[in-house]
Structure formats: C-alpha cells, structure tokens
C-alpha cells in the first residue's frame, strides 16, 4: 500500500463494529509491515488520528490489546511507551452506562431501525453448558440493548430421538439461574402443520424432491458432486412418497425429502440438503415426540425448519456460530425461494476451555457412569456446574460479552474468567477464619485476657458496608498444623486481627505438634513479622465444622482431539475434602453465599450449617485465576 489514508481510517474505527473493525485492522497491519511509524521516520498527525482512534475503540483496543494484528501491535505498544503525551490527548469523558443492559461492548447489530427480536433455540436434550452460555447471553444482550427488545426461547424439538420434557424444565431453569429474560417460550413442534405445508409447496414449486437413494450412497453422491437419480422425478411423483411418508409406510420410510439447490456447488450446504426425514432411533424402541405424540411419523431438519420459523415468529436477527457459517447461504435460499421475511445473521465463534469437553455424549457418559454425581456437579462445564462451584453470572456476562463476535474459535484458559470473578467477589465477600480439624494445634496464650471476650470486628476491613461480626479473644485458642511447623522458638509471629506474639514451648521433637504457648505481644509491629497466622478462639460456642472442597480437571489432557477415548484421559483425583473448624459467624450464611477464609481463598455455601453431612456447613473453594484448576 504505497500511501495511507488516516484520513478516512479514524473515523472508521471510531464507529466500527466487531465485523468492520477487523478488516480495518488487517488493512493496517499490512501497511505496518517492516514500518516504526505510518509515515516517515517520526510521530505524524496521521499516526496521532490513528492510535488515538484505536485507544477510544473498545472493540479495536480488544484486538490490539490480545495480539490479535501483530504489527498493529507491535506500533501501539510503542507509540504508547515512547510518546505518553499521546494518553493526554485520548478523548474524554466516557459515555454514561445504558443501565438497561449493563456496560456497553460496542458490539452492536447492524439494521436494527426497525427493531430487534433474537432467539435463542436449544435442542430439549441435554443441561446448558458453558458454550450455549454465551449464545444465550449474546441474544439476551442484543434484545436489552435495543428499544423495544425482545428475546424468544425457541425449543428445536425436531429430533424426538433424544428430547425430553426434564430438559426443557432444566434449560428453562438455567436461563433464569443467568438472570435471562425472555418474552415467550415457543417450539418449532408448534408448526409442524405449517412446515409441513411449506415442503409440500416447495415439492409442488420443483424446489424439492423424494429421494429413496441408499443413505451410503447419497452421502457418496454429495461427496462427489453427483445429482441423485431421483433429482428430475415428477412433482406429483415426489408428493405422493411424501405423503407415503407421512402415513409412515413401508415405501414411505424408504425415503427423504430434498431440496433441490445445487448438487454440483463448492459449498456442500447447498448439495440438495434433506429437509425431512424419519428419526433415526438406531438400536432402540421408537418413542413418540414428547409434546405432539405420535402425530407425526417424519420430521423437517434444523437447517429447513430454522429459517422457516424464525421468519414466522418475527425475528429479526439469528445469531449463529461460525460452525454454520456455510449454511449461511443455504438459510437465504431458504427465505428467498419461499418468499418469506429476510432474517439478518450474526455470526459469532463457539467457546472452548481447556481440559474440558463440552461434546453431550461425553457429558452424558461421566453422568452415568458415576464420574460426576450429577449435571450440577462443580467439576461440569453445564451452567449449574460452574454456578454452583462458585463463578458469579455478572462475571460469566462480562466474560462472553468481553469475547465479542470474533471468528476465530479459541480454547480459552478458564483462569481470564475465574480471575474476573476474583475482581467482583474481593469487594464484597465477608472474611472469616478456619482452622484444619486434622492435627490442630492446641494454643495456650500467656500475657492476655485470662478469660474470653467479644469484640465488634468489620467483616471486610476496607469495605463497612458488608457489616459487622463478633470476634472471641481468649487464652485458648487453635492454630492450623501447617503454620505451627514452620515456627522457631522465641520468634515473633503476628495473630492476624489481633497482634503480635512470641513463640514459647515450641517442641518440634514431636510430630504433629499437639500444643503451643504464645507470649502477646501488642506492643510490635506487623510489618516486622514474616508470618502472619489465622487463628480461632477454642471456644465450644465460637467453633462450628464444615467441609472445604476443591475441584481440578476432569481430564488430562488440555484438548481432547476427534479419535480420543474419553476413558484414556480422565483424571482420576478430582476432588478433595478437608475437614475445618471454622468462625462461627457463618451460621448467619445460606446456601449459595459467599466468603473469603483468610489464606485459604473463596467459597461458595454449598450447604448451609446444620444442612450437609452430620450438621457441617459443606463450603466449595472458588477458582481464583492464580490457579489451574
């Protein structure tokens, strides 16, 4: 590119979406190419226009800030260390946040004048997981953004093979767990008649046909670009076999229905894709469809009944992931030879985490097979899963928005989004203290209270507002094992919350340790201490048990390819248990609080005290994004 012109390059950036910034920015790398600067040999006003334009640019600042245009990286990151007056000049105030559907991503819908209604359309047979997550988000986000939006939940139940009522309950369960908002629940099953109606059209029109060809041999066919024997059969011919068809007769169920697109295209989705077919129940018992029955003996496939329904049902955008995006024209030959409302798409990538699977399959295998204890176990990837171990649902909205409409599938590491639950849960999570029941130490203190006290204690020292608590001070108290080791006789430790001391009676001749004096010492300083230890008060009223649970990986492997054998990489320790003695405090806590236990990390109230096992409050440690589980 022998010139640049930054002139029409800023504004572009200023205004553009996910979808136009990246070819922006493409252009800009290739100029960048072997440059220092986009002009010359110095800082020009066409690099100042340039980067400022970027830095103003959520969307684009994303891309450069991920790595995303090498050289337009590379050019950023010096222009900003080299020239900080840059920063100065970056515009001002920033826009006030649309309250109705949270921060603003910028990653906005095209054609929206007339209105925006998204759908988001589950196959009824399985639990949500983390993937469809981000499909319902982003639809949920769009109809929030917009005025006068709404959002559809659009149940596919085309396949009565594997969809179940339990599963419609459970994804409509987990939209609300997301705090989703939706206007109407429908079904594609609600227009059975009039899918129906329209293959016959189409067959009538000589834009569909029977096909009886051998299913081995008609996926050969397309293979090769070959027309099907059947492709030029009469209309009248082919609504009879789909009548056959409907009646579920012999001859019937030798057939399929095909649209008749273009057998010879270099886009397979459009090699005359069946649109009706019977279910495939393999080796088991046929079942009727569980809403309409046996009603009907065949039914029309995702890809014909999508664009059919979503033209019915008023939507406006179809938000589809990339895996889809060559059927993309086959969704518009759909619209445009049936003559129906045009449905705008948006594609966006599919999520994956390492270690992790999201295959229904597999999921459903580590279910039955007793891997896990259930759908909502912490260690699954479904919605409840990662609710239940603990990850907040502004965090996961904030983390799918964060991602955008970008094309490229990634496997993302699951520490960016524990590290955004940190950011939200450290504000306002109270803090307490436990001890490990295993080996605690049994503290006598000297130069003290000879008896307990109470004393008023903020929950969360730099936040009031999280309220208040009782902490006990007393001559007895339990100090965790692990601490206790590493102490020398005669040095100064710090008590957190309370002060210091120094270590007396210290025998390590005996292992574990059973007990310890400590001389109080509030008169030292903190700061001149390297450790500084949780403790308890051994008051029977001041201590209650609980259960403190940790979750790794599933699997070994960080990406399990297409011919893995699932049982070859799963982990065989996922889980462990420790037993605690811990502040009494959080008997004030139900199931699904959170906490902070002093260096031991985040948890999420699985079973309130007096609910889990023998009366013990059951706590799952929250990932962080310091760790790799």
Not at 308 to 318: K, P
Not at 441 to 455: I, L, M, Q
Not at 596 to 620: S, T
Request: proline content about 5%.
């Amino acid at each position: 590119m022998a010139t640049f012109d930054a002139e029409a390059l800023a504004p572009a950036l200023v205004t553009a979406d996910f979808k136009s910034s990246e070819p922006i920015l493409a252009q800009l790398d290739k100029h960048l190419t072997l440059r220092t600067y986009l002009s010359g040999y110095s800082l020009g006003e066409t690099d100042e226009k340039v980067w400022i334009a970027l830095r103003n640019s959520k969307v684009a600042i994303g891309l450069v800030r991920k790595g995303a245009f090498a050289n337009v990286t590379r050019w950023f990151k010096y222009l900003e260390d080299a020239h900080p007056e840059l920063k100065e000049k970056v515009a001002g105030p920033k826009k006030p946040v649309d309250k109705k559907g949270g921060a603003n991503y910028n990653i906005g819908l095209t054609n929206t004048d007339n209105g925006v209604v998204t759908r988001f359309p589950p196959e009824p047979s399985g639990f949500l997981h983390i993937g469809h997550a981000k499909a319902a988000l982003l639809n949920d986000y769009f109809a929030k953004q917009a005025t006068d939006g709404k959002l559809l939940v659009r149940f596919d139940d085309t396949n009565p093979t594997k969809e179940k009522q339990e599963f419609e309950d459970a994804i409509l369960k987990d939209l609300e767990l997301m705090d989703i908002k939706y206007v109407q629940v429908t079904h594609t099953s609600d227009y059975f008649q009039q899918l129906y109606d329209t293959a016959e059209q189409m067959i009538r029109d000589g834009n569909a046909y029977a096909d009886d060809t051998d299913p081995e041999v008609q996926k050969e066919d397309r293979m090769k670009r070959l027309a099907s024997k059947r492709r030029d059969r009469p209309a009248e011919e082919s609504l009879a076999m789909f009548h056959e068809m409907k009646a579920g007769t012999e001859l019937g169920r030798k057939h399929c229905i095909r649209a008749r697109i273009d057998y010879s295209s270099s886009n397979g989705a459009l090699r005359d894709p069946v649109i009706y077919r019977f279910p495939n129940f393999k080796d088991k018992e046929p079942a009727p469809h569980h809403r309409t029955g046996w009603t009907w003996n065949i039914y029309p496939t995702y890809d014909f009944a999508c664009p059919v329904v979503d033209s019915l049902e008023g939507v406006t955008h179809a938000l589809r992931t990339t895996e889809y995006a060559d059927r993309n024209d086959q969704y518009h030959w759909f619209i445009d030879v049936l003559k129906i409302r045009k449905v705008y798409l948006w594609d966006f990538a599919r999520i994956n985490f390492i270690r992790t699977f999201l295959s229904k399959r597999k999921l459903t295998k580590v279910v039955d097979t007793g891997r896990v204890t259930g759908w909502d176990d912490p260690r699954m990837p479904t919605v409840r899963g990662i609710l239940r171990r603990g990850l907040t649902v502004p965090a996961l909205r904030e983390f799918m928005l964060k991602q955008g409409p970008s094309r490229n599938v990634v496997t993302m590491d699951w520490t960016t989004i524990w590290a955004i639950n940190k950011r939200m849960l450290d504000p306002v999570v109270p803090r307490y203290m436990a001890i490990e029941k295993k080996d605690a130490v049994d503290v006598t203190v000297t130069g003290g209270p000879e008896a307990s006290f109470k004393e008023e204690r903020p929950k969360h020292v730099k936040n009031p507002e999280v309220g208040n608590k009782q902490v006990t001070f007393g001559p007895k108290l339990i100090i965790d094992q692990n601490d206790v080791a590493i102490f020398n006789q005669d040095e100064e430790i710090t008590l957190m919350s309370w002060g210091n001391a120094i270590v007396r009676g210290l025998d390590k001749s005996v292992s574990p340790i059973k007990e310890l004096q400590l001389e109080l010492h509030l008169a030292g300083d903190f700061k001149t201490t390297s450790k500084k230890v949780t403790w308890l008060a051994s008051d029977k009223e001041n201590l209650v048990e609980a259960e403190l649970w940790e979750f790794g990986y599933l699997i070994t492997k960080d990406v399990l390819e297409k011919d893995d054998n699932l049982d070859d990489f799963l982990a065989s320790d996922t889980a462990t248990m420790t037993e605690a003695f811990v502040d009494a405090n959080i008997a004030q806590l139900k199931e699904g609080d959170f906490l902070q236990l002093e260096r031991k990390g985040y948890f999420r109230v699985d079973k309130a005290l007096g609910h889990g096992p023998e009366g013990r409050a059951v706590l799952f440690k929250v990932p962080t994004g310091g760790q790799k589980n």
